[in-house]
């Protein structure tokens, strides 16, 4: 007896619905609209004759067996995508958050071009958990804040030294001479670090201060843009902001110290013995070595002054 045709498209639908929590959300993924999503649902429980889904008021949770069918299908997809990936390579995806390309990556990037054109190279805005498969990523720089996937493949990059940041007119404005006469000025923050100004007045020993935002920002490239137009002190990690000072952009009134963080560089276990791939992670890993000798030896310079 010949076995029934798999209904592909409606089971992509359904494993993306429980993955994503809702079928607004697989509709977006999948490029589709959310009454398509529904159908495909609809006609899987007929199939079925069995609920996948609850039906709640802006999201879906599986049945019991809609989740013991969302992972196998999770599992198969996955191994689908590993297959193509492996018989047909594409471009290297490298995935950073949106501050690390735009003032660390992007401005370094065209050196490695220029030594390796035929690489060719595809970045990928994100800054938190990462599915390799699914998501196509061959190399995600991420900070210890993250957990990695299993399996993955990590190179430690650099620990953060972190520091408030501001226009050079502010330190004058806001009589910026020593850390607690931050209680004056207006403080900015990050909604995706929001213990950032906690962390930093720890790792100086100042935790008897109490520093709270006066307005936050999405990202850390906002907030940078923000302390550099004069709307106050932000935080930020030096790497970041080095080019930035550079230009006399903004100032570190204070300095940097350690902070809790560390930057390292995720590998797709599936991938790590490719040739471009491994080029691309030696660059970047290089690069960053770099700057974490620079700052060690300007931390060195000052304390000998």
């Known amino acids: 007896m010949t076995p029934p045709r798999l209904p592909l498209n409606a089971l992509r639908a359904f494993e993306t619905t429980v993955r994503r929590g809702s079928m607004s959300a697989a509709a977006k993924e999948l490029g589709v609209t959310h009454g398509a999503v529904s159908r495909h649902v609809h006609a899987l429980e007929a199939q079925f004759g069995v609920p996948l889904l609850r039906r709640l008021a802006k999201s879906v949770e599986p049945t019991p067996a809609g989740a013991q069918l969302a992972a196998s ?25 949106a501050t690390i390309m735009m003032y660390w990556l992007i401005p370094r990037l065209g050196m490695f071009k220029q030594d390796n054109p035929a690489i060719e190279i595809r970045l990928n805005v994100n800054y938190g958990e990462v599915d390799f498969i699914r998501d196509e990523i061959s190399l995600a720089i991420r900070s210890s ?19 408030p940041i501001c226009h050079p007119d502010y330190v004058a404005r806001a009589g910026l001479r020593a850390p607690e006469d931050l209680a004056r000025a207006r403080i ?9 100004w906690g962390e930093w007045l720890t790792a100086i020993g100042r935790s008897d201060l109490a520093l709270e935002s006066h307005e936050r920002f999405e ?70 070595e770099i700057f974490g000798e620079r700052s060690s030896s300007s931390r060195s310079s000052s304390c000998a002054a």
Request: hydrophobic share 45%; charged share 20%.
């Open 73 to 97: 299908l999770g599992e198969a997809f996955g191994l689908m995508q590993l297959g193509v990936s492996r018989l047909a390579p594409g471009p290297v995806n490298l995935s950073c958050s």
């Open 188 to 196: 900015l923050g990050t909604a995706t670090r929001p213990a950032a």
């Open 219 to 288: 990202h850390f490239y906002l907030l940078i843009q923000a302390a550099a137009s004069g709307l106050g002190v932000g935080l930020a990690p030096r790497f970041l902001v080095e080019d930035e000072i550079r230009r006399g952009h903004v100032v570190a009134p204070f300095g940097f110290v350690t902070g809790p963080h560390e930057l390292s560089l995720w590998i797709a276990p599936h991938l790590r013995t490719r040739g471009d791939v491994r080029r691309l992670a030696d660059w970047v890993q290089s690069e960053m």
């Open 145 to 163: 804040m993250f957990r990695p996937p299993q399996d993955v493949v990590i190179r430690p990059l650099l620990r953060e030294d972190i520091g």
